[in-house]
């Protein structure tokens, strides 16, 4: 991003860069695919500090609404002021707006973005009366998870077909190791323990899990064994837990976490 030194850390996993940049080249706004924790927010970061824009990111909910994104009239000091909202920023500014899990918007929020999404790159803001034009270097990138959203809970076809797709996946086990090695700051050994943890639970069929262990947790459980837990503390801290409530797939995933990890402290 602008203004940072350090590009974010982010080691592709495929082309997804060069679509990334082909797109926004082309104006062309872009959606990610793929599971939580597989690094679609900090592929965007890093995407923005290539590129030299801004970026702006919206954790998107169900109670999101239209006027959240583009603006809304505010009283301060006894007057009525516009308040441009993020997308209308981005907008304005010619930055990156990354909408976050853009499918936790109600729909009727997400048209908004539809004369964004084509050919005339424009946000209609009705409250103002007026039709902005997407400044230089604007570009809208949304992201969400197919494999957890529901039928009632999906982009709209209409939607889907104004973007560029990119699917984002876990990578494999040798660069999985090397992120979780350098964002944890753990030995390159104890990080390709966390990915065989990982990898395992991601195997597992039928146990009631919703997500799968994410390198994200994965990262977490190397940064708890960096301040002094055993690799099995770690793990039922960072990975079990956020994983399930229920006893019983607890109870098998112990039983995995202590068939793959030893139980030593990492030293200091």
Not at 54 to 66: E, Q
Not at 163 to 192: N, Q, R, S, T
Request: glycine share 8%.
């Amino acid at each position: 991003m602008p203004g940072s030194e350090v590009r974010p850390y982010y080691v592709p996993v495929g082309n997804e860069e060069h679509v990334f940049k082909a797109a926004f080249r082309q104006g062309l706004s872009v959606v990610l695919k793929g599971p939580t924790g597989c690094g679609k927010t900090r592929f965007v970061e890093a995407m923005a500090y290539d590129l030299k824009r801004p970026l702006i990111t919206v954790a998107c909910h169900d109670d999101l609404s239209t006027a959240d994104l583009v603006g809304r009239f505010l009283l301060r000091g006894g007057d009525t002021e516009w308040v441009d909202g993020p997308l209308t920023r981005a907008v304005r500014e010619g930055a990156i707006c990354y909408l976050d899990e853009v499918v936790e918007a109600r729909q009727d929020t997400t048209v908004v973005l539809h004369p964004l999404t084509d050919h005339r790159r424009q946000l209609p803001i009705e409250r103002l009366g007026v039709t902005l034009d997407a400044a230089p270097g604007f570009c809208l990138v949304v992201s969400y998870n197919p494999g957890y959203q529901s039928v009632l809970k999906d982009l709209k076809d209409s939607t889907r077909q104004r973007m560029v797709a990119i699917e984002l996946g876990f990578p494999a086990a040798d660069v999985e190791e090397k992120i979780v090695a350098v964002e944890a700051g753990i030995d390159h050994d104890v990080a390709a323990q966390l990915v065989r943890v990982g990898q395992a639970i991601r195997r597992l069929e039928n146990v009631g899990l919703r997500e799968v262990a994410s390198t994200r947790v994965l990262i977490a459980a190397g940064r708890l064994i960096g301040a002094g837990l055993s690799p099995r503390e770690a793990a039922r801290a960072a990975i079990v837990g956020p994983l399930t409530d229920d006893a019983t797939v607890t109870a098998g995933l112990v039983e995995l976490m202590d068939a793959y990890l030893a139980d030593t402290s990492s030293p200091d």
